[in-house]
């Protein structure tokens, strides 16, 4: 069965480093589309400057493994909605969708994460973009993709042993660390 496996996350969250090794190794997927490696690679040394192009090329890329029949991979941090059509879509092409979440506890750590992130020479984010991007990728994830995607799953990626809390789809739930979910609802209840 074709798949569509949706990476998301808050930025810092990890999802590009551990998509590396979920996806091929444990997943069977090989394609795997992330908008920041794009920029990278058109712009080495400025990617923000590559920014919307990287965009533009990651929607035609995500196009054509959908027109070619192909499992495939991409990150978001969910702070949006605006890939709703495209899940559609492919579960419209008999495309499985799942999406995996990787939580951190706090905005604060997203932060401290960045700025380890830009030590090692990766791209930075503003502050205020990270804090709404967490506030509302959160949101968004049970509010919208929760619903969208056949399956889910929630993972705590605050420490440096990554644990499953949740996971669900079809009106399906498991909670694994009740904790934890419950303090995951608490600020989903601060955000919305």
């Not at 990787?102 to 401290?112: C, D, R, T, V, Y």
Request: glycine fraction near 6%; hydrophobic fraction near 35%; charge should be neutral.
């Amino acid at each position: 069965m074709k798949k569509l496996y949706i990476i998301g996350g808050c930025n810092g969250a990890g999802k590009t480093t551990a998509s590396y090794t979920i996806l091929p190794d444990i997943l069977d997927c090989e394609e795997f589309i992330n908008a920041d490696e794009i920029a990278r690679g058109l712009s080495p040394f400025n990617p923000d400057k590559a920014k919307i192009e990287a965009g533009r090329i990651m929607l035609k890329k995500i196009k054509s493994f959908i027109d070619a029949g192909k499992s495939f991979s991409f990150e978001s941090t969910l702070a949006t909605k605006s890939y709703f059509n495209i899940i559609e879509r492919a579960k419209d092409e008999g495309y499985e969708t799942t999406c995996i979440f990787f939580w951190l506890s706090s905005p604060e750590l997203a932060i401290s994460r960045v700025k380890q992130r830009v030590k090692e020479g990766g791209h930075d984010i503003p502050v205020n973009v990270i804090k709404r991007r967490y506030k509302n990728g959160i949101a968004n994830f049970f509010d919208f993709y929760e619903e969208t995607v056949d399956s889910w799953v929630f993972i705590n990626n605050s420490n440096k042993k990554q644990e499953i809390i949740a996971e669900g789809g079809s009106n399906q739930l498991d909670v694994y660390n009740t904790a934890i979910w419950n303090e995951i609802k608490k600020q989903l209840n601060e955000y919305s």
